[in-house]
């Protein structure tokens, strides 16, 4: 069981914070480089709709895992980083919702009504909340690995 939880846990992080990583260092600059805001903002917009859709699954069975494996072992018995990580884990989940139902709803308007000012600002959100939320997902991989 323990074993399942730890590869659904990986699992999980890497479906999340690789395609952050994908998304703001290859996806966006690229769309930047190559297409005018009527093209890269309905692509960005579409591809983000999708890897949502691997986000919020992602997110519960981060959820889930950990604290089977927290409760596992007992609160007052896990080590700090296993602590560190769902303090870290919970205000990464609450960012992401932040980013979902602000700036990523916003930008789905704006690309509708082709507001394209709108939509890059939107886009600009987006891009620094998911950079706040990948350092904030290295921290807690960081904690659990050298603060066992």
Do not use: C, Y
């Not at 952050?20 to 692509?43: C, K, N």
């Not at 494996?69 to 896990?78: P, Q």
């Not at 998911?130 to 290295?138: M, R, V």
């Amino acid at each position: 069981m323990n074993a399942l939880m730890k590869f659904l846990h990986v699992a999980a992080a890497i479906a999340w914070l690789g395609g952050v990583s994908f998304m703001l260092f290859a996806l966006r600059p690229s769309a930047t480089e190559l297409l005018a805001p009527p093209q890269r903002l309905p692509l960005i917009a579409q591809v983000l709709r999708r890897f949502f859709l691997l986000v919020w699954p992602s997110i519960g069975i981060l959820l889930i895992s950990g604290l089977v494996m927290l409760l596992g072992v007992g609160m007052k018995n896990a080590p700090i980083g296993w602590h560190l990580m769902l303090g870290l884990g919970l205000l990464m989940f609450a960012l992401f919702g932040h980013l979902f139902f602000g700036p990523f709803r916003r930008l789905k308007q704006a690309v509708q009504v082709a507001d394209w000012a709108e939509g890059g600002r939107r886009m600009g959100q987006i891009a620094t909340l998911a950079t706040i939320n990948l350092a904030l997902g290295l921290i807690a991989i960081a904690a659990v690995i050298f603060l066992i």
